[in-house]
């Protein structure tokens, strides 16, 4: 048996062992920094992405149990970090 404790979970380099894209581990660095992120903020970070990309990259760290998905609607809608990883 194996116990691995991680200094900081949400790491650059563990986040790169969670086969995520540069993207993708730029908005969950944000949001362990910021406590969340919308679609909107999230395009301002990357800059030249499409709503429906960031919307996918978003919907991909729900997927993962990366990020939790909070609010109803569009204007609503942001992602926390998933406690629960």
Do not use: C, P
Request: no cysteine; aromatic share 8%; net charge positive.
């Amino acid at each position: 048996m194996t116990v691995t404790f991680y200094k900081d979970k949400w790491s650059e380099e563990n986040l790169r062992k969670l086969d995520l894209n540069e993207r993708q581990i730029k908005a969950v660095l944000y949001v362990t920094e910021n406590g969340k992120i919308t679609n909107n903020a999230y395009r301002e970070l990357i800059k030249d992405i499409s709503r429906i990309t960031a919307t996918r990259d978003l919907t991909n760290l729900v997927e993962k149990g990366i990020l939790k998905m909070v609010g109803i609607g569009k204007r609503q809608v942001h992602y926390i970090m998933n406690d629960s990883k």
